[in-house]
């Protein structure tokens, strides 16, 4: 069964997500403490993690990085922060999805589906290419094994990452719009926030660019997306 850790200090909160998810057959489990949660999820095997903002012991932005460290799992954070700032520094950290309360606990379990949905396709293969070794000016992408080395290092790409790479070497050349990004690599329409895809831009050009603010690899087009250049 499909194991979800809820990490919730508000207790009616927690159980109205806890309740809802196992109505639609996830097993849920409820930490109250930011440090507890996070101890969890190194020690245990969880699918995905519900991760609140404010939280004692240990705030979400926190628990959320030491877990992408460690753990690729999906992480939907929850806050009652409303500013875009929160949101972008809790992408910017890892997090796949930022939903803001109040919200519906039909959308909760809407947007949890669609994470798990995208991980398990990215897990179990990876998006086909012609040739399993792709090198491009010190660029180099090991298809076979998801490895990406620049210059010989290898960098350490999240799933999704990686799968956004990929994706741009397979369509080089092109002015790709953010939403054609965000539909093909997070496999989401309806739902979650397109401008986890500027977060994830930046975050791969500091890891595959020689210099992240004059990117030779991907470049911005203005008013439309991103172009891989060739």
Request: aromatic share 8%; glycine share 6%.
């Amino acid at each position: 069964m499909t194991r979800i850790l809820i990490i919730e200090d508000e207790e009616s909160i927690a159980e109205l997500e806890k309740d809802y998810l196992e109505v639609n057959g996830y097993e849920a489990v409820v930490e109250s403490r930011g440090d507890a949660g996070l101890l969890r999820v190194i020690k245990e095997d969880f699918d995905l993690v519900i991760l609140d903002v404010m939280l004692p012991g240990m705030n979400g932005l926190q628990v959320c990085s030491e877990i992408r460290n460690v753990k690729d799992i999906p992480i939907l954070m929850v806050s009652a922060k409303k500013e875009e700032i929160d949101k972008i520094r809790g992408l910017g950290l890892g997090a796949d999805d930022y939903i803001t309360k109040p919200f519906s606990p039909s959308e909760l379990v809407a947007r949890v589906k669609a994470h798990l949905a995208r991980y398990d396709r990215l897990v179990s293969s990876s998006v086909p290419v012609k040739n399993k070794i792709i090198e491009i000016r010190g660029l180099k992408i090991d298809s076979d094994a998801r490895r990406v080395f620049l210059n010989g290092e290898e960098k350490q790409l999240t799933a999704r990452e990686y799968d956004m790479l990929l994706y741009f070497v397979q369509n080089p050349n092109k002015a790709i719009p953010k939403k054609e990004l965000f539909s093909a690599v997070w496999g989401m329409e309806s739902f979650g926030d397109i401008s986890t895809v500027t977060v994830h831009i930046n975050k791969l050009r500091d890891k595959i660019e020689f210099d992240s603010a004059n990117p030779q690899f991907i470049e911005t087009v203005w008013g439309v997306g991103y172009r891989f250049k060739l």
